[in-house]
Each structure stands twice: as structure tokens, then as C-alpha cells.
């Protein structure tokens, strides 16, 4: 399987966070995701930390692999932050094609690095 494709412990194949990867360093990894209405994505399981930045409006529905479900409403402009989690499909419940941006926060990010770029006081 690739690095994007897992399967869960329900053997459940699991498929990429996103359509496409934008962009990736050592400290992040930028995913585009489009859902047109009625469009599922695909079960998927965040293993790092991430920020949604919708932007377009959404209304959607996750549905967790452990039966849960749960309703999500998103404005452009607005930043979720998720910690990682079970593996989970998301359903575009609206009549309008949802997109945004999602940002995966690498374990390779912290304190040296970040030292590394603050500006002197």
C-alpha cells in the first residue's frame, strides 16, 4: 500500500486525506479537498495534528468508524483545529461544492526549529 492507503484495525481500506498534496516540508504536509454536493470522501484516519481552512461555506457530516456520527458547519475565513483520530468518512450534505485546505503538522515541528525563525527581541 502507499504511504496515503492504510487499513484500520476493521480492515477497512483507508484512503489519502485529501485529492491532492499542495506542498511539503519536514514540517508540514498541505492538502487540497474538494467535495462536490452529495460527494463522499473517502474513509481516511488523520495520524498527526491538523487546521481545516474551509473556503467555501460547509455543511457536512463525519461519520467515525466507530459508528458516530457528526454534523460540521464551516465559513471561509474560520480555522479548525483537529487533534488525529479514528479512521472517518465526511459526506458534503450541502447543494454547493465544499473546499478547503488542510494543513497536516509534522512531529518534525518544534522548539529548535521554531527557535530558529523567531525574530531576535
Known amino acids: 500500500m502507499s ?3 492504510k487499513e484500520t484495525t476493521t480492515m477497512r481500506v ?12 519536514e514540517f508540514v504536509r498541505v492538502w487540497s ?21 474551509p473556503l467555501t ?3 457536512n457530516e463525519m461519520t467515525f468508524d466507530d459508528g458516530r456520527v457528526r454534523q460540521t458547519q464551516e465559513k471561509p475565513g474560520e480555522v479548525i ?9 465526511l459526506l458534503n450534505c450541502s447543494d ?6 488542510l494543513v497536516e503538522i509534522k512531529a518534525g515541528a518544534h522548539g ?7 525574530p531576535a527581541s
Request: proline content about 10%; glycine content about 8%; hydrophobic content about 35%.
Open 81 to 89: 483545529w483537529r487533534e488525529p483520530g479514528i479512521p472517518h468518512e
Open 96 to 101: 454547493w461544492q465544499y473546499r478547503n485546505v
Open 14 to 25: 483507508l484512503g489519502p486525506i485529501g485529492d491532492k498534496i499542495l506542498f511539503e516540508n
Open 57 to 59: 461555506e460547509g455543511r
Open 112 to 118: 529548535d526549529a521554531l527557535q530558529a525563525n523567531r
Open 33 to 53: 479537498v474538494t467535495l462536490d454536493p452529495g460527494q463522499r470522501q473517502p474513509w481516511h484516519q488523520h495520524l498527526l495534528p491538523y487546521l481545516i481552512v
Open 3 to 5: 504511504d496515503h492507503v
